[in-house]
């Protein structure tokens, strides 16, 4: 069983910056790619920034392309979001999530993940 938990949410103005973390516990061996979503009240689940573990590769959805960076740190099982330039429409609940097994894309649908936090709420708002 692999646990993720997701740390540094919260209420933040238009302009801000924020970081949030995911640190994985438990049998992490066999991940292949970590990554965020997130979820707006009555909006479907949408991928926001994936990694793959190996290597490092980095995918990005557009609307945060230029203002989030997804970073890894491999001796922590930790993944850390970075955003910067925040705006209203990037408040949601942010969900990290993880695969374990290899695919011929960039894994960015919700179905294509095994395990999931329990998510941490951002709020942009002045």
């Known amino acids: 069983q692999v646990q993720l938990v997701e740390s540094g949410g919260g209420l933040v103005q238009p302009g801000d910056s924020l970081t949030l973390s995911c640190t994985a516990s438990?049998?992490?061996?066999?991940?292949?790619?970590r990554a965020w979503f997130r979820q707006a009240p009555g909006k479907p689940r949408e991928f926001v920034s994936g990694i793959l573990w190996n290597s490092g590769a980095t995918n990005y959805a557009d609307s945060v392309k230029g203002r989030f960076t997804l970073s890894r740190d491999r001796a922590k099982s930790t993944i850390y979001l970075q955003m910067i330039s925040l705006k209203p429409e990037d408040t949601a609940v942010y969900y990290c999530a993880g695969r374990r097994s290899s695919s011929l894309s960039f894994p960015k649908s919700a179905t294509h993940y095994d395990y999931w936090g329990q998510g941490t709420q951002v709020t942009v708002s002045s």
């Open positions: 438990g049998l992490t061996v066999s991940t292949y790619a």
